[in-house]
């Protein structure tokens, strides 16, 4: 697996940094047999740039695309944890978080709450009714949220982003079951709230 920092220059780095990865494993292009990559919610930009470039590849290289969401390739991690609920929390705006909740007993994260963008007490409100013995807040927010969730029965854990190593696990598991794949052209990432650029700041008050 590698990792780096694009510094916000992402689309102009991103193709060479996949030949050289290639390079460096000694593998071409053309013996590529499928591409995972993680679909988000996530940094809009990044996202945008890291979904078309997964799927021109693959059709342009006639392989199966396997789209997997931010949110359980950060769950996966915690594969085979019992009578835990794992909470991925990601940034989206001010005081707004994309939250999910995952079953993680077998080896795929089972959802049990619906990817969303959600304030403290949305979140606190549908755990709630999820009624779990315990949660483990992870991702990118997850120590900053959990501090407004006093509990004794929550704690936080790494990894803070969706590691390449289980978007991949959790694309050879559907391969394993016989799933040949999405459709590259239909393929979007998973936008559940705009842009931060498209949104009007708040109106100033007089007094």
Not at 42 to 52: N, P
Not at 54 to 65: G, R, S, W
Request: net charge neutral; hydrophobic share 40%; charged share 15%.
């Amino acid at each position: 697996m590698h990792t780096f920092r694009h510094n916000m220059h992402l689309s102009e780095r991103l193709p060479q940094l996949i030949e050289d990865l290639l390079k460096n494993f000694g593998t071409d292009i053309h013996q590529l047999t499928a591409i995972a990559v993680s679909l988000g919610p996530g940094s809009f930009t990044g996202t945008r740039i890291g979904v078309t470039t997964a799927k021109t590849m693959a059709y342009l290289l006639n392989i199966p695309l396997y789209g997997i969401p931010s949110m359980a390739a950060i769950a996966a991690e915690f594969s085979g944890l019992k009578d835990s609920l794992i909470v991925p929390i990601l940034p989206c705006r001010g005081k707004i978080w994309f939250t999910g909740a995952y079953s993680v007993e077998t080896d795929e994260p089972v959802e049990l709450l619906e990817v969303a963008t959600r304030d403290i007490n949305s979140l606190n409100e549908a755990l709630k009714s999820l009624k779990a013995n315990y949660c483990i807040f992870t991702g990118k927010c997850g120590s900053l949220v959990a501090s407004m969730l006093s509990s004794p029965s929550l704690s936080v854990c790494e990894p803070e982003w969706p590691s390449a190593m289980y978007v991949a696990r959790l694309a050879l598991k559907r391969m394993e079951l016989g799933d040949t794949g999405d459709d590259a052209l239909q393929v979007t990432p998973m936008y559940l709230a705009p842009p931060p650029i498209t949104l009007k700041p708040p109106a100033k008050s007089f007094s």
